[in-house]
């Protein structure tokens, strides 16, 4: 257990719909990064929250957006799915001034 | 911006040999953190091994150990060794601290062959 909680780890929907994954860092970390792999990809940097506020973007979609709450978990909502949002979403975290990341297991999306 | 290239698409290598993973990186930066990330089947992202940029000494883990050429902006990767649960993506990383970002590379596919 890496201390980054992810749910659900699987989520199967319709194309059209909307989803919400939720990020739990591990205790103390600030900062959470949403990160996109679809199948045999890399990772694609997707948003970065720090102490409740967004910090940096990446190649987030406009379908696509997040929160960060006060206890520091953090919601990826995606709406409007389409078959090429199938992928496996990661969420990291890690302590201020470190370098690093903890990973999550990631949330398997497949939209049908 | 930093990009992180990964020239080898996929590795093989035979157990208990040595295999190196090749890395290389782009940054303006002298202050800055490498990693390499492993992802197994299970698609879980685990932490192998990581490299400050300001330390000299080459990081090693056990049977990992890194080969960090800062002037190359080199920083490969070598399994001694290889057993057959080393086999997975691997993926190289950079990160600069006052971006708080991670840039991956594209992952080395690994193979190990009994």
């Known amino acids: 257990d890496s201390g980054v909680t992810q749910t659900p780890k699987h989520l199967i929907t319709a194309t059209g719909q909307r989803v919400t994954l939720r990020c739990s860092p591990r205790?103390?970390?600030?900062?959470v990064y949403w990160y996109q792999q679809s199948l045999d990809q890399g990772l694609q940097f997707l948003i970065q929250?720090?102490?409740?506020?967004?910090?940096a973007k990446g190649n987030i979609l406009e379908r696509f957006s997040a929160q960060q709450f006060p206890d520091l978990h953090s919601e990826l909502n995606l709406s409007s799915l389409e078959l090429g949002d199938s992928a496996l979403y990661f969420c990291?975290?890690?302590?201020?001034?470190?370098?690093?990341?903890?990973f999550g297991s990631g949330t398997r999306l497949t939209v049908v | 911006a930093q990009t992180v290239t990964q020239s080898q698409p996929e590795m093989s290598v035979q157990e208990a040999e040595t295999v190196t993973l090749s890395c290389t990186y782009d940054?303006?930066?002298?202050?800055?953190?490498l990693f390499w990330y492993k992802q197994p089947p299970s698609r879980q992202m685990i932490l192998v091994i990581r490299q400050e940029a300001y330390k000299q000494q080459n990081a090693t883990e056990n049977r990992f150990s890194v080969n960090f050429q800062k002037a190359a902006k080199s920083f490969s990767l070598k399994i001694s060794d290889s057993q057959l649960g080393d086999a997975a993506m691997y993926f190289c990383?950079?990160?600069?601290?006052?971006?708080?970002?991670?840039?991956f590379g594209a992952g080395t596919r690994l193979t190990v062959k009994p």
């Open positions: 940054t303006s930066e002298s202050d800055y953190y």
């Open positions: 990291a975290s890690n302590p201020q001034g470190a370098g690093g990341y903890t």
């Open positions: 205790s103390g970390d600030l900062s």
């Open positions: 929250y720090y102490n409740g506020e967004e910090r």
């Open positions: 990383a950079y990160f600069r601290y006052n971006n708080n970002d991670m840039r």
